[in-house]
């Protein structure tokens, strides 16, 4: 398992699966650099729940860590209501998250992919002009804020929270993989295919092995990793953590 796990979910479900689970996150949760960012749009939202200047049309979360990290700025994360703030969010575990702190989700793409909420974002409202609160970690996929600004949105990114690479468990996960003594390796995120690629370079390893397959929870985590030089056998469809221990059940169980 390969990354932070946040109350065990993830854990819980391979083992459910039949997993003997090998805990080694790549990656470490941080806060922000500067919180001031994300206190200011806390306060904003504050005020717009008080029914004072109206600073944000849709507040877009794509992560259940971006949702607690804004909730916990926020002086009652719960109940928020705000006037004419519509929320938008990608995947079933950030709307579980979001409602658990009170961002009653209005929008989800049926895909949950930061692609397909540009898809049909369009049909949702007419994005010229819409002010758009957009909290997330400081180093992302840069196309979804990119593609709603061309299409007239204006997107407020604002830091929530810094993924750091753990090269100590990257370097163990590596030479587990290489000792055999690890199956598969699930993917949940970009930042952990470039741990694992830096790991797998100071290792002085020329390539993946092929008898060790990887799967990765959507597309976007595919192409990073690809890029890095990771083979990815699958990707989860759908892409959930769900999605994801069924892939690499499905993997493993082909050979």
């Known amino acids: ?31 922000p650099s500067d919180p001031e960012p994300l206190r200011a749009a806390a306060r904003r939202l504050a005020r717009q729940r008080a029914g004072g200047e109206l600073g944000y049309e849709v507040l877009l979360l794509t992560s259940a860590r971006g949702v607690r990290a804004l909730a916990a700025v926020l002086e009652s994360p719960s109940g928020t209501g705000e006037p004419g703030l519509e929320v938008w969010v990608v995947g079933s575990s950030t709307a579980r998250e979001a409602r658990r702190h009170g961002f ?12 397909a909420l540009l898809e049909e974002a369009p049909a949702w409202r007419s994005l010229p002009g819409t002010r758009i609160l957009f909290p997330r970690a400081r180093h992302g996929w840069k196309g979804l804020r990119q593609g709603l600004e061309d299409r007239g949105a204006r997107v407020d990114l604002v830091p929530a929270y810094r993924i750091e690479a753990d090269p100590v468990a990257a370097d163990g996960l590596v030479e587990a993989v290489m000792a055999r003594e690890v199956d598969g390796v699930p993917l949940t995120a970009g930042s952990a295919a470039e741990s694992l690629a830096a790991a797998l370079h100071r290792a002085g390893r020329p390539s993946w092995p092929r008898e060790v397959p990887v799967v990765a929870i959507g597309p976007a985590t595919r192409t990073r990793a690809e890029a890095m030089g990771i083979p990815v056998r699958a990707a989860a469809v759908p892409h959930t953590l769900h999605g994801l221990v069924n892939a690499l059940r499905r993997v493993l169980d082909e050979g």
């Open 104 to 115: 009653a989700p209005d929008r989800m793409p049926r895909h949950f992919t930061g692609a």
């Open 1 to 31: 398992m390969t990354r932070p796990d946040d109350g065990g979910r993830f854990a819980g479900l391979l083992a459910e699966a039949g997993f003997q689970v090998v805990e080694t996150p790549l990656t470490r949760i941080a806060a």
